[in-house]
């Protein structure tokens, strides 16, 4: 089954305490992004990837790290979380940003108390 | 710059039809998604359009006018499971590889 897999679901932690948040995608696709979602501003993008070792920033990338070591994964890293991370979290992967379907992942609710 | 413009949030009847507008401002054009999220889920492919007019697919059909910055959204005999956020998105142009969504619409379908 074509999918995007995203682990944890659900995250609770404290500041400054380091976390990763993995995304997989099963169907061969070239381009991968991080979003985070808040109530009243949509979908923002955080960073994104056109392969493997090409990352580059989206629209709020403060805070964030990723790395495309391989095709089918594009972890999230979240070095130092501060409370104005906590956000629900989606990972998309698409053949292409601008002609084609993005498939997101199932989101990653974190909190940062 | 780009900018997308959705109403918050609408309100209709069961079996009923609804039109959700979407305007956007770009330098250029690659066409324009329509997603559908419900409440806590992915959001999930419902069109694309990138030519003038109106596409229907089932229940849902998807307008679009370019000259106008135009695009909305018509569903048909509403069903309570329609009740979701209906997001509009259109790719950044330019040479970047980007995709920027609207605030979405979220839609509540009463009996």
């Known amino acids: 089954e074509a999918q995007v897999t995203q682990n944890p679901r659900y995250l609770i932690t404290v500041t400054g305490k380091k976390l990763t948040v993995t995304c997989s995608q099963n169907?061969?696709?070239?381009?991968m992004s991080w979003y985070r979602q808040d109530p009243g501003l949509g979908l923002r993008q955080i960073y994104y990837?056109?392969?493997?070792?090409?990352?580059d920033k989206g629209d709020v990338p403060e805070g964030y790290k990723v790395s495309r070591k391989e095709k089918r994964n594009f972890p999230l890293i979240l070095e130092s979380p501060s409370p104005n991370q906590t956000s629900l979290y989606f990972c998309?992967?698409?053949?292409?940003?601008?002609?084609?379907?993005?498939?997101f992942g199932p989101g990653t609710r974190l909190t940062v108390l | 710059g780009q900018n997308i413009d959705q109403p918050t949030e609408m309100t209709a009847t069961e079996g009923a039809i609804v039109q959700i507008n979407c305007t956007y401002q770009?330098?250029?054009?690659?066409?324009l998604f329509w997603y559908q999220q419900h409440a806590g889920e992915a959001p999930t492919f419902l069109s694309y359009?990138?030519?003038?007019g109106l596409e229907e697919k089932g229940r849902f059909s998807s307008f679009l006018s370019r000259s106008k910055g135009y695009s909305y959204l018509l569903l048909k005999e509403l069903q309570m499971k329609d009740s979701a956020s209906y997001l509009c998105a259109v790719p950044l142009s330019g040479g970047y590889n980007k995709l920027i969504f609207g605030a979405g619409t979220r839609l509540a379908v009463h009996p």
């Open positions: 998309a992967s698409s053949l292409s940003p601008s002609t084609d379907t993005q498939y």
């Open positions: 770009t330098s250029g054009f690659n066409g």
């Open positions: 169907m061969n696709h070239e381009y």
């Open positions: 359009n990138v030519l003038d």
């Open positions: 990837s056109m392969n493997v070792e090409v990352t």
